[in-house]
Structure formats: structure tokens, C-alpha cells
């Protein structure tokens, strides 16, 4: 059973602060990991994918890949109410273009103003 | 990057009748399309792997007699609901890959009544 665990949450930061957002996998197997925006009734929106460990930085986030743990995190600097979302963290097995992803249930991130 | 667009975003259906949903790549050829259920609250469930010129390939417990699924040409995937039922309502949300990164179109909200 391939799985992917995240917090369900909710998670709840003050305009301006760090949201750190967390994910475990169980497939050492797994070669590519994503995390998705998605907003009530909208479908997912692509935020940052991680191939290789280490930090990747892309504007106010960065992703976080940790094989040997099989961790997978998502930073958010200077949370804005906009970011308010659900955050799916999500996983695939081979690089092969037939292969889907596997989901996480999300991370409810609420920001307050 | 990439277009996937979906039709209809919000159908009402009754009870027994049959819905087809549409799914196009805009942009670019999709040999393969993936289709995912969510129910409320729910993670992105894939129920389906959609591959041109030939059957999908239905995820365990996905009945392929119910939700038919036809790719008949690089752009187009279609997936249809027959005879719905209530606990078919549902969020059901197409992707495709593009280099290794699957976007999403926006959703088609079914109700069945």
C-alpha cells in the first residue's frame, strides 16, 4: 500500500509568519514529489515539485526532500490571508509519463490577518 | 504551462441517467490522462489512467463498467457516468503530464439527485 501522510490539520499562522507544512511517504521507491495548492471547490494547483534532497526556493516558498526519512516539507515565508488553502503533498513512483500520483489528504492552512 | 480544460465544470443529474465529462488537453498532446474522484473533505482519489488508442486502466475497486472512459484522439478524454447514482456526487478533476508534471483541469462538481 502506497501512502502518503500529512496533518490534516487545521494549521493556523499570523500574517507574516512561517507555515511549515509536513509530509511522510512510505515507498522508497518514490522518485518525484509535489506539493499542490488547492482552494475550496477549485481543483489542485501546481506549487513546487522536488526531485533530489536538499531545499529547493522558489519566491516565498521552499520544498524540503529528505529520502533517507522519506519527508517532504513545504515552507511558506511571510504567509499572506491569500495562501489560506488546502495543501496536498503528492508522490510518484517512476518517472514514466503513464504514471500517476499519489495524494496526501491535505493540510488546511489558515492565515490570519 | 500547460492547459487542461474540462466540460462541464457543475452538471445536476437524476437518478439513473448517464453524464459525460470531457477533458482536453489545449495546448499539447496527452497520450495519457488521469482521472481522479474527490468527495468532500476528501483527498484526490485516482480512479482511472486514460490512454489513447487503447482500454484504461481502472484503479482497484473502480467499476469499468460504470465509468466508461474513452481517449479517442491526443486531446481528448472523455469520462462517463452511467446509470448515476447519489453516491456518485462527487468532484471529478482530469490531469495529464506534461515533462513530468501533471496539471489539472478545473473540475466537474456532479450532483446526482
Known amino acids: 500500500q502506497k501512502e502518503v501522510e500529512q496533518n490534516s490539520g487545521p494549521l493556523s499562522v499570523p500574517e507574516g509568519a512561517i507555515a511549515s507544512l509536513n509530509c511522510t511517504y512510505s515507498?522508497?521507491?518514490?522518485?518525484?514529489f509535489f506539493w499542490y495548492r488547492q482552494y475550496s471547490g477549485k481543483s489542485p494547483e501546481l506549487i513546487m515539485s522536488?526531485?533530489?534532497?536538499g531545499d529547493k526556493e522558489d519566491g516565498r516558498f521552499t520544498a524540503q526532500l529528505n529520502k533517507a526519512s522519506q519527508y517532504v516539507s513545504l515552507l511558506i515565508r511571510d504567509s499572506q490571508p491569500s495562501d489560506s488553502a488546502t495543501y496536498l503533498c503528492?508522490?510518484?513512483?517512476?518517472?514514466?509519463?503513464?504514471?500517476?500520483?499519489?495524494f496526501g489528504k491535505g493540510t488546511t492552512l489558515s492565515v490570519s490577518s | 504551462g500547460a492547459v487542461v480544460s474540462q466540460h462541464p465544470s457543475r452538471v445536476i443529474c437524476k437518478s439513473g441517467t448517464s453524464v459525460k465529462i470531457e477533458c482536453r488537453s489545449l495546448?499539447?498532446?496527452?497520450?495519457?490522462m488521469f482521472w481522479y474522484r474527490q468527495f468532500p473533505k476528501q483527498s484526490l482519489m485516482l480512479m482511472a489512467t486514460?490512454?489513447?488508442?487503447?482500454?484504461?486502466?481502472?484503479e482497484q475497486g473502480v467499476e469499468k463498467d460504470k465509468f466508461l472512459i474513452n481517449h479517442a484522439s491526443l486531446t481528448l478524454s472523455t469520462l462517463t457516468v452511467t446509470s448515476a447514482h447519489p453516491e456518485d456526487s462527487s468532484f471529478y478533476i482530469c490531469?495529464?503530464?506534461?515533462?513530468?508534471?501533471?496539471?489539472f483541469g478545473p473540475g466537474t462538481r456532479l450532483t446526482v439527485l
Open positions: 515507498d522508497r521507491g518514490s522518485q518525484s
Open positions: 490531469s495529464a503530464n506534461v515533462l513530468g508534471t501533471q496539471y
Open positions: 486514460s490512454n489513447e488508442g487503447s482500454k484504461a486502466t481502472y
Open positions: 495546448d499539447f498532446q496527452a497520450t495519457t
Open positions: 522536488i526531485y533530489s534532497n
Open positions: 503528492a508522490i510518484k513512483l517512476a518517472n514514466q509519463a503513464g504514471t500517476a500520483l499519489i
